[in-house]
């Protein structure tokens, strides 16, 4: 018998006096910990409901519990030390509508187990984050976008969400029924209630080529940054902030329709020189688990992310932290942090920079204001990037920069709070949908009201 199997055989007897015999829920033996395993969770007590009804049964029965997605964020928002629910062994759910272009799936669903069909069937999303192993809830729930200074992020295709509140009662939501709230419920950070299914909005499918340039010297960057950030799709750019040089630029672009002849790459961009091999944005890993290069033609889901769907993502054993500020500072924050860089590379596996069309989601760092993102891959020296936040925070507050929901930082709540517009009205959804609380954390009390 593996793990999994007797774990589910001995909490279906330890379970029967503390929940209905017909919800599967377990105790595990220990605690899970998350993708980065630089946090193991306050509890081992995670419930695997199977079927809807079962769903409702255990938050009905919850005093407290937390929304458990992929397990890919990095800090404790996720976190409970009473319960956490999990939709991993909920049946699987697909619904294609050729007529209003969408699909609708279950909250659990990673992004790369449906990208293939909905590539077979006709059709793309509009953007994917660096890599497809996070569920689709759970993403939205913390504003987990892509890059692209026309695509928001990766909420914005959500055009209506089923979800189980406070209450164990099931509440469908959908921008053109509920447009007064919508905004307020998809970027949710597991508040009002578990999101069951979501239904995201399609566009034809099409197809993609990649190409890294090295080198791009920082300074181009000042009068330029908008045109190296729109001159592709979607486009990264990875520095270790040494030398002013940014390391390598990502430039992911449109084929015309479906055609699949590559278009033939420019040698220089900017006096970036364009790779001669795949690359990995740390310059000696290897690409091995990076998604085609060198312009060859593929589809989007298989460019869009930087990792390829079976392939270890990033570096693996990393933290990571990301702010986001209004991009008509992108050149000056940089400058700020280039300033320091004797403080971050020595902690930095690498820095990404994306861009992010504006939104209008109440709890997205990206509302109202089409943001640069800046990212932080740390090597996993935790004492020490915990020194180095504050001073990243102060170098960024004077463009009132918002931290990502999933990921490292220290900024002071009242700071963080005075930076969200709709707090107030997101406040009030919340108390509507869970009005005991049940969905708060240790993470929320002090994000949100400490
Ligand atoms: C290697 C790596 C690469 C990453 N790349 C990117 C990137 O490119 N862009 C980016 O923006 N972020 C990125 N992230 C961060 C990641 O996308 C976010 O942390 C995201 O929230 C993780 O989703 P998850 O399913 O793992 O959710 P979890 O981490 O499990 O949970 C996150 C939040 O979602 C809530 N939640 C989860 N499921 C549900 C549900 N069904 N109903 C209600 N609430 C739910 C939880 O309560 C919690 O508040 C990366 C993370 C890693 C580890």
Redesign the pocket.
């Known amino acids: 018998m593996n793990k999994r199997t007797f774990l589910k055989t001995s909490s279906a007897l330890l379970a029967g006096s503390l929940f209905s015999p017909m919800i599967s829920c377990r105790t595990d033996e220990k605690p899970l910990t ?3 395993e630089n946090l193991t969770y306050s509890t081992g007590n995670v419930a695997y409901p199977k079927t809807a009804e079962e769903v409702r049964e255990v938050i009905r029965k919850a005093d407290k519990i ?9 800090n404790t ?2 976190d409970s030390t009473v319960q956490q629910l999990s ?1 991993n062994d909920m049946e699987r759910f697909t619904r294609l509508d050729k007529t209003a272009n969408t699909i609708t799936v279950e ?2 669903r990673r992004y790369g187990d449906f990208c293939e069909l909905l590539h077979k069937s006709g059709y793309a999303l509009h953007n994917l ?3 497809p192993h ?2 689709v ?3 939205c ?6 890059s692209g200074i026309k695509n928001g ?1 990766l909420a914005t295709a959500v055009t209506a969400i089923e ?1 189980v509140n406070g209450a164990g009662e099931v509440v469908t939501l959908s921008r053109a029924t509920n447009p007064d709230v919508f905004d307020g419920a998809v970027v ?3 508040c009002l ?4 299914k979501v239904t995201l909005n399609l566009q034809p499918t099409f197809m993609m080529q990649q190409a890294v340039y090295r080198n791009l010297p920082m300074g181009t960057l000042k009068d330029n940054f908008e045109t190296i950030m729109g001159s592709g799709y979607s486009v990264s750019l990875f520095t270790d902030w040494t030398k002013q040089n940014i390391n390598q630029v990502w430039i992911k672009s449109k084929l015309d329709g479906n055609s699949t002849a590559p278009v033939k790459l420019a040698p220089e961009f900017y006096g970036a020189k364009l790779a001669t091999q795949n690359m990995h944005p740390l310059d000696d890993h290897s690409a091995e688990n990076c998604t085609e290069q060198m312009g060859v033609p593929g589809p989007w889901y298989e460019r869009l992310p930087h990792f390829k769907m079976g392939f270890t ?2 570096s693996g054993k990393e933290l ?1 932290s ?1 702010f986001f500020l209004p991009i008509e500072h992108a050149y000056e924050a940089m400058q700020a942090l280039a300033a320091m860089q004797a403080d971050i590379t020595p902690h930095l596996f690498i820095t990404e920079i994306r861009t992010i069309a504006a939104d209008t989601f109440w709890m997205s760092p990206h509302l109202n204001h089409t943001c640069v993102a800046i990212h932080f891959t740390w090597k996993p020296e935790w004492e020490a990037v915990k020194k180095v936040l504050p001073k990243i925070e102060n170098k960024l507050a004077p463009f009132n920069a918002r931290p ?4 490292l930082f220290t900024m002071a709540p009242a700071v963080l709070q005075s930076r969200i517009s709709k707090l107030a009205e997101f406040k009030t959804l919340m108390a509507k949908h869970d009005p005991t609380g049940k969905f708060r954390n240790a993470f929320i009390d002090s994000a949100l009201f400490g």
Do not use: C, D
């Open positions: 998350n993708w980065a937390r929304a458990l997605g992929s397990r890919h964020s990095f928002i996720a939709l909250g659990s984050a660096s890599l996070i569920s809830a759970g993403a729930a913390t504003a987990t976008h892509g992020n979800f949710g950070l597991g209630g578990m999101v069951t993502p990033s990571q990301e990502h929901w999933g990921k």
